[in-house]
């Protein structure tokens, strides 16, 4: 039997990490934040000095590195080179970096590669931009989360102030923003929901609400794929 699929997409900030956690424990499934992978090559170019611009040492830096995602108490670590980034990599700089480096096509296929590896080894919960649409085409239940721009970039001030990164809301809203036009308009894999995903607009719903209803989701879905034992 194929391992059980379920892609999160959506932009920033639409709440799609708390709610695949959530999803990923009821179901007993594993999380994968794709979205950890291209900050974690983020991380690495900042320590190296690099710019959005040296797209040749860059995919060379892709190439050359050894990203690990190890789930740990319902969350997960992130190890670049075997060396522990995963607070680290939640810094803004990093994410301003991370949008840029994932519009490279070289580095979205070492990517590629590698989340298709991490699918093949079980069922799994995946949350990023094109889980639905590229990663995993095939998964049979494919979800995109969104809010308004002003929820998002309040949730994503909030869980900031909470790491201790103060940043002004103004100044997190317009990264934001920015950040969404990169990502949905890039050439490849752009941010978009796939035709079968279902849309959920998370801006008036409690955190509980969207799990609530994403299981129901699953658990539709997944009778109706999964034959009933005798
Ligand atoms: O979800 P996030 O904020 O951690 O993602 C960081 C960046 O990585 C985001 O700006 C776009 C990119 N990304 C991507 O291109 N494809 C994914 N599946 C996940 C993230």
Excluded at 219 to 229: C, I, K, L
Aim: charged share 30%.
């Amino acid at each position: 039997m194929k391992p059980l699929v379920v892609t999160i997409d959506g932009p920033a900030g639409a709440g799609k990490s708390s709610v695949a956690q959530r999803v990923s424990r009821a179901l007993g499934l594993r999380y994968l934040d794709t979205g950890a992978l291209y900050r974690a090559l983020a991380w690495k170019a900042i320590q190296r000095g690099l710019r959005p611009q040296d797209t040749r040492y860059i995919i060379e830096m892709a190439r050359a590195t050894r990203v690990e995602l190890l789930p740990q108490d319902g969350e997960q670590r992130v190890l670049v080179d075997g060396q522990d980034v995963t607070e680290a990599i939640r810094a803004p700089e990093v994410a301003n970096l991370a949008s840029p480096i994932s519009a490279i096509p070289e580095v979205r296929a070492i990517l590629l590669d590698w989340q298709r590896e991490f699918g093949r080894q079980g069922g799994v919960v995946a949350e990023g931009r094109d889980t639905g649409t590229v990663v995993f085409p095939d998964a049979p239940v494919k979800i995109f989360l969104t809010a308004s721009l002003d929820e998002r970039a309040r949730r994503r001030h909030k869980e900031l102030l909470e790491r201790g990164i103060d940043v002004p809301f103004e100044q997190v809203k317009l990264d934001m923003e920015a950040r969404d036009q990169r990502d949905a308009t890039r050439h490849i894999a752009p941010l978009r929901p796939a035709p079968d995903a279902v849309v959920i607009d998370t801006t008036h719903m409690s955190l509980e609400q969207v799990v609530e209803e994403v299981l129901a989701i699953c658990r539709a879905r997944f009778t109706s794929e999964v034959p009933p034992s005798t």
